[in-house]
């Protein structure tokens, strides 16, 4: 069976850095890209990048100067990585498999604030 | 950025009433290796999205053959050819064959 769990801080004070684990059962993360994308009330859905199954990288350019995706395969871990957090960054980040994202995990809320 | 507009923002249907949402990108969503990364998803309220057609119009499993997609180039269309109770929450086409992958806004269907 398929599962995508994310864990996060919760709450994170502007400036910080966000980290965000996303760990999965039931398939190897060699065989799979492994997608991020988050969900705010200002911009809806929006793409932040994605880890090949051969483990390099894509960004959104929105993110890139900021974002780090990298992962741990023997932990079946994804790990989200995004510096100098602004209070617009508040929202639901979610882990997401394979190229067109057939499976998506429950999300991880993040709230930026003081 | 491809730009993906999705028609109504929102739909108000009876049980058994048909629906259609439009989907329009700003450009031709075929990839250089000949397939569209057109998909729809759904986000019933207080649950993540979830997948329910890729490639234009190729079902995944599970999804109640009610649903439909079609369209090629820059229009889509999701269809449901008869509402049921477990079909609300918002509906989002979104795209993978142009960096960076895009979504559309939503369409929200409540059923009456």
């Known amino acids: 069976q398929v599962q995508l769990k994310e864990t996060g801080p919760g709450l994170v004070q502007p400036t910080q850095t966000l980290s965000i684990t996303c760990t999965v059962s039931?398939?190897?993360?060699?065989?799979?890209?492994m997608q991020w994308v988050r969900q705010t009330p200002g911009k809806g859905l929006e793409w932040m990048g994605f880890?090949?199954?051969?483990?390099?990288?894509e960004y959104n350019s929105e993110f890139k100067s900021r974002l780090s995706i990298s992962r741990d395969t023997s932990k079946n871990q994804v790990f989200l990585k995004m510096n100098s957090l602004k209070t617009e960054d508040t929202g639901v980040y979610y882990c997401?498999?394979?190229?067109?994202?057939?499976?998506w995990g429950q999300g991880a809320s993040v709230t930026v604030s003081s | 950025d491809v730009v993906m507009t999705q028609t109504p923002v929102s739909l108000s249907l009876a049980i058994g009433q048909p629906a259609s949402i439009s989907c329009k990108s700003s450009?031709?969503?075929?990839?250089?290796?000949?397939?569209?990364?057109l998909s729809w998803i759904l986000q019933r309220p207080g649950q993540s999205p979830k997948r329910l057609i890729y490639l234009v119009s190729k079902l995944d499993s599970g999804v109640p053959d009610r649903f439909s997609g079609s369209g090629s180039e820059t229009e889509f269309t999701l269809k449901i050819s008869r509402v049921e109770a477990e079909d609300l929450g918002v509906y989002y086409c979104w795209q993978a064959t142009h960096f960076p992958l895009t979504f559309g806004s939503g369409t929200k269907l409540e059923i009456k």
């Open positions: 997401a498999r394979g190229a067109i994202m057939d499976a």
């Open positions: 450009q031709s969503l075929v990839h250089s290796d000949g397939k569209t990364y």
């Open positions: 039931g398939f190897s993360l060699t065989s799979y890209y």
């Open positions: 880890i090949r199954s051969g483990g390099s990288t």
